[in-house]
């Protein structure tokens, strides 16, 4: 039986504010020469495990770990765009009355996210992140991104849960779902435009609460 759910945060919780998506503008201005599925990998290990003193110097580590140099106007750029979302960035219309709807049926939620500290400070102030959530587990705090089964195995050791016990609720099938099925973890994926083809799917979160029993 379910006794417990991690959600996702961008495109899960919380709609980006910028289009196309922060990463991939990261991407476009470092003119990075590389399929999106392996920049992503490099840039949130680079970019979000860790803390640094300024979203600039998060940058500068990106920098250096795709061995590229910028001018500082790009950097400029980056953090200008890097802000922009957070402060853009709403909830989802149904989201919290789901969630709160989940807690009060009993079921534990906790967020799981692959975000920098910067970000994290903004919409957790914004959307009251650690009220809504029973427990919020962010990459720059536990140095762990979702691809890493380690990070569904830290909830589930902190939380003394079963791989069976909990469910994992995100809007991509590879750092989402198929992570948490590394881990043992049932995903099911979040399809809001319902185009792809997924048996364990829902395309809204108002449908979760059924998929669960």
Do not use: C
């Not at 980056?78 to 989201?95: C, D, F, H, Q, R």
């Amino acid at each position: 039986m379910v006794k417990a759910i991690v959600f996702d945060l961008w495109g899960t919780i919380v709609e980006t504010g910028v289009n196309p998506s922060p990463s991939k503008q990261v991407k476009y201005f470092l003119r990075v020469n590389a399929p999106f599925s392996d920049f992503i990998l490099t840039f949130e290990h680079s970019f979000m495990t860790q803390e640094f003193e300024s979203l600039k110097a998060g940058f500068e580590n990106v920098v250096t770990d795709f061995n590229l140099r910028l001018p500082e106007f790009v950097y400029e750029k980056l953090v200008g765009m890097w802000n922009k979302n957070t402060i853009l960035s709403k909830m989802y219309p149904e989201a919290e009355e789901v969630l709160a709807d989940l807690r009060k049926s009993g079921y534990k939620i906790f967020l799981l996210a692959n975000i920098d500290k910067f970000s994290y400070d903004q919409v957790k102030e914004k959307f009251k992140l650690e009220e809504i959530f029973d427990k919020v587990y962010p990459s720059f705090q536990t140095g762990l991104l979702k691809l890493n089964p380690e990070s569904f195995n830290k909830i589930l050791e902190e939380n003394d849960l079963e791989a069976k016990d909990l469910v994992m609720v995100g809007d991509s099938v590879d750092s989402d779902i198929k992570a948490a099925e590394k881990a043992g973890i049932t995903g099911i994926l979040l399809d809001r435009n319902n185009k792809r083809e997924y048996e364990n799917k829902i395309i809204s979160l108002d449908q979760l609460k059924e998929q669960l029993k």
